[in-house]
């Protein structure tokens, strides 16, 4: 049973539009939210992070949301680079999550393509 | 540079094999995750260590085991290999417990044939 859903397996925008990256979970006792980069041959790069007691964390280009009720959050890239194109996970952890804190559940990624 | 190691960065083993993959940390973390990427799939959390402990259970086989070291390395043994356990495998690091992002390492890419 997943519990971080994304349902989107791949994404094609052209440069300098906006990308938006979505990402669904289903336990509530999540509460701490996390995107990831990740190149080819590469670990996974942290990118930004929002807690639950927020609905929108920014950093630069990157800006992502919470809506907690729908259980949704999103990642918005403004502008979208080539460089930008990877697989970008989705990941939650919560502090009484199966009795340990810190390890996270990803979802299975989007691959985003930003096309020249 | 996330600042995690793990050797080797490629194994190819035959099945039935015992194999170790072996990651050391970020200076100054005490936790220590490692993931499984199988072909399609997300990362599959498999385990943690705190400061040489176990702190929890992901979807880890009962044919794997892992553990971590005072020095603050971990190892993750694979024992009985099948094809299926051919993967990615990524150890991960973070500082202290609760709410912060890990850092992950580059990844050994496990193939069994």
């Known amino acids: 049973d997943q519990q971080v859903k994304q349902n989107s397996p791949s994404l094609s925008v052209q440069e300098g539009r906006i990308s938006i990256l979505n990402c669904d979970y289903t336990n509530s006792m999540f509460d701490y939210f996390l995107w990831y980069k990740k190149y080819p041959a590469e670990g996974p790069t942290f990118l930004i992070s929002i807690s639950s007691i927020k609905d929108k964390n920014e950093d630069g280009r990157f800006t992502v949301f919470l809506n907690k009720s729908a259980k949704h959050l999103s990642l918005h890239i403004v502008p979208s680079q080539p460089g930008d194109s990877a697989v970008y996970f989705c990941?939650?952890?919560?502090?009484?999550?199966?009795?340990?804190?810190?390890?996270?559940?990803f979802g299975k990624g989007t691959k985003l393509s930003v096309k020249p | 540079d996330s600042g995690v190691t793990q050797t080797p960065k490629h194994l190819i083993t035959a099945t039935g094999q015992r194999v170790t993959l072996r990651c050391s940390p970020r200076s100054g973390d005490l936790s220590v995750y490692w993931y499984q990427q199988s072909l399609d799939q997300g990362l599959q959390f498999l385990i943690q260590y705190y400061n040489g402990e176990e702190r929890a259970k992901g979807n880890i086989l009962e044919r794997f085991s892992a553990q971590q070291f005072p020095d603050l390395h971990s190892e993750l043994n694979l024992s009985s290999l099948e094809l299926g356990d051919s993967a990615l495998y990524f150890c991960?690091?973070?500082?202290?417990?609760?709410?912060?992002?890990?850092?992950f390492g580059q990844g050994t890419r496990l193939t069994v044939v």
């Open positions: 991960a690091s973070s500082g202290l417990q609760g709410n912060t992002e890990a850092f």
């Open positions: 990941a939650a952890s919560g502090w009484n999550y199966g009795g340990s804190q810190g390890n996270l559940i």
